[in-house]
């Protein structure tokens, strides 16, 4: 809204100073600030909002020191991430750009599944919340929504660098030539995406079925929105897994989407993908502005979730935070890079699969159950080994951090 305002200012009045919301750098800075100050200002009235309303978590004996203080704590903080990133966007951002809408899209879609199993799990009295075939179903549908808008919708597009020998033909002509005259000067529909640590390091999805036929090309988006479907998958529940003690899911997502958010401002630069000689994505680095109001909603929220936690964000949040995580990855052409930029998510999951697998076969094989760890996610498992949950949540933090370093590194690293 407030974009729109300005740009009118502008163009009819040469307001002063209305021209820096022309820029998505300073629209970013406003909406990380405006995030940080709703989350921190106003969650604590949403907190006290939900202890009214009786929303305090219901905690189930884990054999897990502090577990019993943790008993009455309100559930379903994720509301204050949402409107916290929300109300800056609405106000900050184009709001015609499909990629912001998508995004949007996502939030409310998650958050409302997020909601409603929270909100099973406390007025129904069912610890299990919304049944696992509908979370799935939820996901498989936003999959859906996902790929086929970022398939078909014409303003997802790329524009693709020159040849070699073209570029070294302009280079020669002209050492300073713009770097916008290096890209093809049409913007096509792609298939594309980014495969890190290689030296080309783009990778079509068509190529999945045109080495059946080169006919089947036309049907390369049923790859792609299987793919989608997937990720969004994985790594929604990936981020709930994660969510089990105070500040580890809202850090770990904040590292995550910080750096995405470097991807996508450079991807959205032509100047920045020549130089980096990445695949250039217009119209994504709107996608920046969401990306400082989320990270600013999610340090916000922190402020009350860091140990001891005034408020847990429930699914509300965390299958929230997880879509959002995945629709942008896969927006900017960066998905296959989060087994490593999401690797706190990726061993979270993979602890769960791997102790259930083995327990189960074990149990069919011996008579007896054997457990991997001593108990999953994994970051409950260092809390039986005796660790408090702050070291633990402080430790994730530094591999998270280093996880984010080396995925910013593939950028040049090939």
């Not at 905690?59 to 019993?68: K, M, P, Y």
Request: charged share 20%; with cysteine.
């Amino acid at each position: 809204m407030l974009y729109y305002l300005f740009e009118y200012l502008e163009k009819e009045f040469q307001f002063p100073g209305a021209s820096l919301f022309g820029f998505i750098s300073f629209r970013a800075a406003m909406a990380m600030i405006l995030a940080l100050l709703i989350s921190t200002i106003y969650g604590k009235r949403i907190i006290r909002f939900l202890q009214k309303k009786q929303m305090g978590e219901t905690i189930r004996d884990l054999g897990l020191e502090g577990q019993a203080e943790k008993a009455g704590t309100p559930t379903m903080g994720g509301l204050i991430i949402i409107l916290a990133t929300l109300i800056p966007v609405i106000l900050l951002s184009r709001l015609e750009n499909i990629y912001i809408i998508l995004l949007i899209v996502t939030t409310l879609w998650m958050g409302a599944i997020g909601f409603l199993d929270d909100y099973i799990k406390k007025f129904k009295n069912d610890k299990e919340g919304l049944k696992g075939r509908f979370k799935v179903m939820g996901q498989v549908v936003l999959g859906l929504i996902v790929g086929l808008t970022l398939f078909f919708h014409e303003d997802v597009v790329i524009k693709e660098k020159l040849p070699q020998e073209q570029q070294q033909v302009l280079l020669e002509k002209n050492p300073n030539i713009s770097p916008s005259k290096l890209f093809s000067g049409e913007e096509t529909k792609s298939t594309k995406t980014t495969i890190p640590f290689v030296k080309n390091n783009e990778f079509d999805y068509a190529k999945m079925i045109t080495w059946i036929s080169p006919e089947l090309k036309e049907y390369a988006w049923v790859i792609f929105i299987l793919i989608a479907i997937f990720i969004i998958t994985a790594v929604s529940n990936g981020a709930n897994l994660t969510d089990g003690i105070d500040g580890l899911a809202a850090g770990s997502s904040a590292i995550v989407v910080l750096t995405l958010g470097i991807f996508t401002f450079v991807s959205g630069r032509i100047d920045f993908s020549d130089y980096l000689n990445i695949m250039y994505i217009p119209n994504v680095g709107e996608i920046t502005i969401y990306i400082a109001a989320f990270v600013g909603a999610l340090i916000g929220f922190l402020w009350y979730n860091a140990f001891p936690a005034q408020v847990f964000m429930g699914d509300t949040g965390s299958l929230t935070i997880g879509g959002i995580i995945a629709v942008i990855a896969i927006a900017v052409r960066k998905e296959l890079l989060i087994p490593v930029l999401c690797g706190i998510f990726l061993a979270e999951n993979l602890s769960v699969v791997m102790q259930v697998s083995w327990f189960k076969y074990t149990r069919k094989k011996f008579g007896e159950g054997r457990r991997i760890f001593k108990m999953s996610p994994l970051h409950h498992h260092y809390q039986k080994l005796g660790y408090h949950e702050s070291k633990i949540v402080t430790r994730f933090w530094i591999v998270g951090i280093l996880l984010a370093i080396l995925s910013i590194v593939t950028l040049k690293i090939r």
